[in-house]
T-cell receptor, first 115, second 114 residues
Framework: GAVVSQHPSRVICKSGTSVKIECRSL??????MFWYRQFPKQSLMLMAT?????????EQGVEKDKFLINHASLTLSTLTVTSAHPEDSSFYIC???????????FGPGTRLTVL | RKEVEQDPGPFNVPEGATVAFNCTYS??????FFWYRQDCRKEPKLLMS???SGNEDGRFTAQLNRASQYISLLIRDSKLSDSATYLC???????????????FGAGTQVVVTP
């Protein structure tokens, strides 16, 4: 399958700081990437759809000013968690979608812990 | 009602046995589905795509029942390495707003024991 990388894999930060997470498609170009969040023992929850060259589309209840998404190229999307709080601690996973179908390939995830 | 529903399990399966579990979906227009597996604290990985009535890949068989709107996954000759959470995934829909999105079930946990 296609390879998607995510960096960093783990981050611990203080409350009030901002954290940037990068998602890269390594062997294909992805016009669409997705950002998910997963709390313990729960399913993946879609946060936003990131389209290259345009504004991201956020799901209901997700604050666009808090979770900044930039998709500047066909291989890179970034998620910045601004003014992070302990309740933002979660497993953040990105995925990239092949233009030929609906299959999504996931990055390894970033485990964010806000103290 | 959730878009995709799964029995959370866990399904405790002796090594070598067969296990099967279902997933129901609410969007009758859905055409394709996926099974992903997710290991603890890891990202989901694509296991199988299901585009027609079903397909088989080695020890794994997925079946689609459109009339009753469910998908099943059967694992034969279970291995210890099959222990994971299996996520049922349906497309988000055909509207502009939902195109490309996937709806994830909460997952079915399978534990294969020696």
């Amino acid at each position: 399958g296609a390879v998607v990388s995510q960096h960093p894999s783990r981050v611990i930060c203080k409350s009030g700081t901002s954290v940037k997470i990068e998602c890269r498609s390594l062997d294909f170009q992805a016009t669409t990437m997705f950002w998910y969040r997963q709390f313990p023992k729960q399913s993946l929850m879609l946060m936003a759809t990131s389209n290259e060259g345009s504004k991201a589309t956020y799901e209901q209840g997700v604050e666009k000013d808090k979770f900044l998404i930039n998709h500047a190229s066909l291989t890179l999307s970034t998620l910045t968690v601004t003014s992070a709080h302990p309740e933002d601690s979660s497993f953040y996973i990105c995925s990239a979608q092949l233009t030929s179908g609906r299959v999504q390939f996931f990055g390894p995830g970033t485990r964010l812990t806000v103290l | 009602r959730k878009e995709v529903e799964q029995d959370p399990g866990p399904f405790n399966v002796p090594e070598g046995a067969t296990v099967a579990f279902n997933c129901t979906y609410s969007n009758s227009a859905s055409q394709s589905f996926f099974w992903y597996r997710q290991d603890c604290r890891k990202e989901p990985k694509l296991l199988m795509s299901v585009y027609s009535s079903g397909n088989e890949d080695g020890r794994f068989t997925a079946q689609l029942n459109r009339a009753s709107q469910y998908i099943s996954l059967l694992i034969r000759d279970s291995k210890l390495s099959d222990s994971a959470t299996y996520l049922c995934v349906a497309p988000g829909g055909r509207t502009t707003d939902s195109w490309g999105k996937l709806q994830f079930g909460a997952g079915t946990q399978v534990v294969v024991t020696p």
